[in-house]
């Protein structure tokens, strides 16, 4: 198959009616068939997110957030299964052909991927790993591309000077910068960034998120932030949605998911990470007993029930819906308003 | 006689020096480092990469001999011989940051667990120990988890067999690298609540390096900060995050992400220190906050005047001639050897 000519696509931008969201997902499902049983890392996931709105995804490895993130772009190995809807710009990508998607990626959405040293090309200088998406993805000469990949490294900190560096020549937070500038290329209406931040100590992290927080708000990017740390993501993002075990158990304002979590998962990972001064988690760090659900079974009722401290008969059978309450929703039975909802009430 | 309310685990004027590569100096990893540990005390030494704490921590435990200074154990110097370090391993035990990777794959849960009292020839009722170190660290019943293999643990599980290695020989201090840094958020607590249970229950003392302060805030009693191969701050958790002192410490405590405030303060610039180019005075003087706001005299100091630690158990200090609690030990250099 050759994708060499990207075909124009006119009504691309028009698909999208006023009011709409950016991107809408609905009913995600991804199923990995890379060994000798399925593994269901996504199950039924729906979000919206809005243009220049921040979102972070929080949970746990095997909770399904990256899976649901790079599944967006179609990122996936090419044998698990995707199904539902993702709509951005009012287009469904999960329908796009593939010359589209590569159309999509870098010009329109982008990924800062985890662990910078691997996503780099090492052989390769850092100004030409810049300059690469912007002469496949738009119509300008090299020199002008070059020009642009400095402004880039000057706007995400690093001396434009570095240019013909080489990613072993940079520290890590450099590095993690070089991958900003990269995402940011072709001045995509919406970034995800992969736990941007995990292989990074402290000061060089707080650099980082706040760079990653100016660029965003002052481009009106629209960003997708993955990560365990629901602290990271507090900071960084105006909304937090926590996945558990494939499924979204819930999303809100970030500070109310933080402060005042509705789903018994979301407590747990609160509590996980303690502010400090706070006489609650002195000399009492917040566990969770138990371990993660097995993602090659098949789950009935709230997949949290086996570790949750206040789980009841009805959460172990059937579908625990997320149910909206004002701009917060969350899927447990606890939730005020949640009989109403599944109509029992 | 080891004096009981003395420190279990000292380092004295501690060094270790990495010899240089090709074309680059030597790496000063720690560079003189005084710290003691207490019976039954949790100490978190904090740093950013590359500060040395893992170094420091390796050296404690005697896998690593120093250039300078010494280790103790209960008052006595570390002999580095064959039996001094073999009896040295039977009081300090060593926990690593990767389970998985501390665990040999081919070997069940019993026999890693065992490996400890099979190396020092304590053969005698080895399931019986085995089982009861799986207890303390809460794998329960113990017998369930014998013949498992690391792949068939969870992230936690494995984590815990590693702990219950450590703990067999009935050791007086556990060293753990980054023990929690490698697992999920909701296991993390359940293990950090382990390293409480089991100074509570065999009052074990533990030295626990991270680079994360919550976890300080969660577990110890202590907090030491290390920066560019010495210890910049020491005293109780409360003193160090609620009330920080040393520039370095506060610098920390500003890059935590804040879940309350979304405009965050300046995060500190410049990149991490490097070992091979320790700046003179205060090594943290190239980017401290504080130096740039003081007059000149004073910030002069910085260059000349460096405040040494003690290796003290109650003690509140701080490496920072600006600061209250800067201890009186000061070495003094000459401002114009400095300069050159």
Known sequence: ?????????????????????????????????????????????????????????????????????????????????????????????????????RSVRWAEASVVFQGAMSALNPVRTIGDQIVEPILLHEKVGEKAARARARDLLDSVGVPSRRIASYPHELSGGQRQRVMMAMALACDPHLLIADEPTTALDVIVQAQILGLLTDLVRERGISLIMISHDLSVLASTCDRIAVMYAGRLVETGPSRQVIASPLHPYARALAGAFPTLGDPASRLAPGGLPGDPPDLREEIDGCPFAPRCPE?????????????????????????????EAVGHG | MADPTGPVLEARDLAVTFPARRGHPAARAVDGVNLALGRGEVLALIGESGCGKSTLARALVGLIEPNAGEVRYAGQPLRRTRSGLREFRRHVQLVLQDPYGALNPRQNVHDAVAEGLRLHGQRAG?????????????????????DRYPHQLSGGQQQRVVIAGALTLGPEVLVADEPVSSLDASVRGEILKLFLNLRDELGLAALVVSHDLGLAWNIADRVAVMYLGRIVEVGTVEEVLLRPQHPYTRALLDAVPSTSDREATAALGGEPPDPTAIPPGCRFHPRCPLR???????????LTDVPVLAPALHERQVACVHADAAPPTVVSHDPAEVTR
């Open chain 1, 1 to 101: 198959m050759t994708t060499q000519h990207v075909p124009e696509v006119p009504e691309r931008r028009t698909a999208q009616r006023a009011g709409e969201p950016l991107l809408d997902v609905r009913d995600l499902t991804v199923t990995y068939h890379s060994g000798k049983v399925p593994v269901y890392a996504a199950r039924g996931v729906d979000f919206a997110l809005a243009a220049g709105e921040t979102l972070g995804m929080a949970g746990e490895s095997g909770s399904g957030k990256t899976t649901v993130a790079m599944s967006l772009l179609r990122l996936l190995p090419a044998e698990t299964t995707v199904t539902g809807e993702i709509r951005f710009h009012g287009e469904d990508l999960l329908a796009a052909n593939w010359g589209r998607m």
């Open chain 1, 311 to 339: 789980v009841e008969d009805r959460c172990r059978s059937g579908v625990i819906p997320l149910v909206q309450h004002g701009d917060r929703a969350a899927a447990c039975v606890h939730v005020t308003g949640y009989d």
């Open chain 2, 126 to 146: 080895l399931t019986r120990r085995v089982a009861a170190a799986l207890e303390q660290v809460g794998m329960r019943p113990p017998e369930h988890f014998f």
């Open chain 2, 292 to 302: 740039a706001t003081l007059p000149d005299d004073r910030a002069q100091l910085c």
